[in-house]
C-alpha cells in the first residue's frame, strides 16, 4: 500500500528500491552447489570454483573442478550443472541459461593398495 505524497512522502518497503546480489555472492553459492552434487570427492582435490556475470537477473555461471578418476566425467558435469542451476535459481531467484562446467584435474582413485 503506497501512502500518498501528502502524507509525509514515505512508500511502503515493497515498493521502494530493488535488491542486488552481487556476482562473488552468486558465485559461491554456484560453487557450494557444485561442491553439493559431486558423487565422491577427491581427496586431494581443490574445491569447485566458480566465476558467475550477472546481468538484469540473468546469471552466467562458469565451474572449475576436479574429480576422482575413473567416473562417469559426462554424468557427473551433467549433474553438477542441474544442481547449480536450480540452486541458484531458488537461492538468489535469478535465471541460469548456463552454466559451464570444466574439469581442470582427475585424480585416480586407489583401492586395495593399487590405483585404479
Not at 43 to 58: D, I, K, L, M, S
Not at 63 to 91: F, K, M, N, W
Request: glycine share 12%; aromatic share 0%; proline share 7%.
Amino acid at each position: 500500500m503506497t501512502v500518498p505524497s501528502g502524507a509525509g512522502g514515505r512508500v511502503a518497503a515493497g515498493e521502494r528500491g530493488e535488491t542486488r546480489i552481487a556476482d562473488r555472492v552468486v558465485a559461491k553459492i554456484a560453487a557450494q552447489a557444485a561442491r553439493e552434487a559431486i558423487d565422491e570427492p577427491p581427496e586431494q582435490g581443490a574445491p569447485p570454483r566458480a566465476t558467475v556475470t550477472v546481468r538484469r537477473g540473468v546469471a552466467r555461471v562458469r565451474i572449475g573442478l576436479e574429480l576422482a578418476y575413473p567416473t562417469d566425467i559426462g554424468r557427473q558435469c551433467g549433474g553438477v550443472r542441474r544442481h547449480v542451476t536450480e540452486r541458484v535459481s531458488a537461492l538468489a531467484g535469478m535465471e541460469v541459461p548456463e552454466v559451464a562446467v570444466r574439469v581442470e584435474r582427475l585424480h585416480p582413485t586407489a583401492v586395495g593398495g593399487r590405483v585404479r
